[in-house]
């Protein structure tokens, strides 16, 4: 991609009021009050970024290589990349890189003749990159198999296409999840299928050779209720994890509603153990990650009180961030914010020492005063489930984090979307945000 493609989400992340700058210069840093301290291996000369068209653009999920690039992806309604032959006709999926500066290193867009979705993305340590989602159509160079199809696609370190498929029956299926295998030979889908007609969703769980994309493996587990993965990870030892939601009996019998899911495979994807919190309310696991120990970190919706089951009955969902060992034992849970206020999260990250990091959305306060309407969070908690400590970022518009993820050197990224000006000029509707801290959230 030339860099003429750049200048539509680049100019927006300028501060506002500035004349605009050349690819080749620096993005001007954000003045939003967020200080973050040295160490770390991101440039401490960037914040937060904004950026995005005149239309909405949402980052849906956030990734760093072995070298500090950011890949951020998302969805859009307007154009990111002006001389893409690849673009779609409404919804599209992006995905972009930026180096340790926060400045632009590529960006490619995608889509069909409607709208398109995007879940996840799962970065190799050398910045191989693949992203997930659902499409009703069929993406460029591929074909609808069914009612709606997941699809994924993989860039190469450089932005370079090295492959995109289409995975699914003559029914509906959706893309949910990705996750690498440690050795990065495999790409792990996850999601919900459909394959007979007027039949609930099963679970789905699909293997893809990282080199070619080509389907290696595909397993479905479900129940006589509609199930659907949300998220996948994939253990040292080539165990899969997979949560999710049921509206049938999974490990036991169903509370009242979808009720939260936590599946282990193992490494031919058969069910060992499952297990089945909930309240007679909605829940649902969102996000999944597994600890350096082992331990499995499961992040899940609520309408009620996921930590005793008890149903509240006040519409308000919550965060509830969930803790097992590797037999599937309970350690704790913990309820993210206050019970009386809205707080919606999707970003899961742990690093090398157990810390676990969360990032949402809020209409309460995790740090200090709301800055109106929802806000974005990032709490961090140590592995025994206390909270060491929680920023808060927002407009007097809807800003919220969707993503998390983390250096090797420790800085935290958070990505988004926001309706205000919270990282530089608003280019209008949703824009992409991107944020960083360090591991104590000075801010």
């Given at each position: 991609?030339?860099?003429r ?9 300028l501060?506002?009021?500035?004349p ?13 009050p967020?200080?973050?301290?040295g160490?770390g ?5 960037w914040?937060?970024?904004?950026f ?7 980052a ?16 859009t ?7 893409s ?17 926060a400045?632009?290193r590529?960006?490619h ?8 979705t995007v ?13 997930v989602?659902s499409t009703?159509?069929?993406m ?14 993989k ?8 492959w ?8 509906e299926?959706t893309?949910l999840?990705?996750?690498?295998s440690r050795d990065?030979r495999?790409?792990f889908?996850?999601g ?9 969703f ?7 050779d990282?080199?070619?994309g080509m ?5 479905r587990?479900g ?10 990870a994939v253990s040292?030892d080539g165990s ?6 049921t ?10 509603s979808f ?10 994807l058969?069910l ?5 919190p909930?309240?007679?309310?909605i829940?649902a ?23 005793t089951?008890?149903?509240?009955n ?8 969930l803790k097992?060992?590797?037999?599937g034992r309970l350690?704790w849970v913990?309820r993210?914010g206050?019970?009386r ?20 959305g809020?209409?309460?306060?995790m740090?200090g005063p ?7 969070f990032?709490?961090?908690y140590?592995?025994?489930g ?6 808060q970022l927002?407009?007097?518009g809807?800003d919220?984090?969707?993503?998390v993820?983390?250096?090797r050197?420790?800085?935290?990224v958070?990505?988004?979307y926001t ?5 530089g ?6 824009d ?8 104590r959230?000075?801010?």
């Open positions: 991609m030339s860099r493609s750049f200048p539509l989400w680049l100019l927006p992340a501060a506002a009021c500035q605009p700058a050349p690819f080749e210069g620096p993005l001007t840093p954000s003045e939003h967020v200080l973050v301290g160490g291996c991101l440039s401490p000369s914040r937060i970024i904004q995005g068209s005149p239309g909405d653009d949402v849906v999920d956030v990734g760093l290589d072995a070298d500090c690039h950011i890949f951020v992806a998302g969805t309604w307007g154009v990111l990349e002006e001389e032959l690849t673009r779609g006709l409404f919804q599209d999926a992006f995905v972009a890189s930026l180096d340790v500066t400045q632009p590529w960006l867009q995608y889509g069909s003749e409607w709208d398109d879940k996840g993305l799962a970065v190799s340590p050398q910045g191989e990159t693949y992203v989602g009703p159509l069929a460029p160079g591929a074909f609808n198999l069914g009612q709606g199809d997941a699809f994924a696609i860039h190469d370190a450089g932005g370079a296409l090295e995109l498929v289409q995975r699914g029956s003559a029914q299926d893309g999840g990705v996750a690498l990065g495999h790409v889908l996850a919900g299928s459909m394959e007979k007609p007027n039949v609930s099963d679970m789905r769980v699909e293997v893809l990282s080199r070619d389907g290696l493996e595909t397993r587990h129940t006589d209720g509609h199930d659907r993965a949300e998220a996948v040292a899969v994890v997979l949560v999710g939601a509206l049938g009996g999974f490990a036991s019998a169903n509370a009242g009720d939260t899911v936590l599946a282990h495979l193992d490494p031919a058969g060992t153990w499952a297990r089945q909930a309240t007679p309310d829940d696991g969102l996000k999944v990650v597994i600890a350096p120990d082992g331990s499995i970190l499961m992040l899940a919706l609520s309408f009620s009180d996921l930590a089951g008890r149903a509240e006040d519409g308000i969902s919550s965060a509830f961030l097992y060992d590797p037999m350690h913990q993210i206050s019970p206020e809205l707080h919606r999260a999707t970003g899961l990250a742990v690093d090398e020492h157990g810390a676990i990091y969360v990032a949402g809020t209409h309460g306060a740090d709301n800055q109106g309407g929802r806000d974005a990032v709490v961090k140590d592995a025994h206390t909270r060491l400590w929680a920023r927002g407009t007097p809807m919220e984090a969707h993503a993820a983390l250096t050197a420790g800085d935290v958070i990505a988004g309706t205000g000006r919270l990282g000029a608003h280019a209008g509707g949703q992409v945000f991107v944020a960083r801290f360090n591991s959230g000075q801010q």
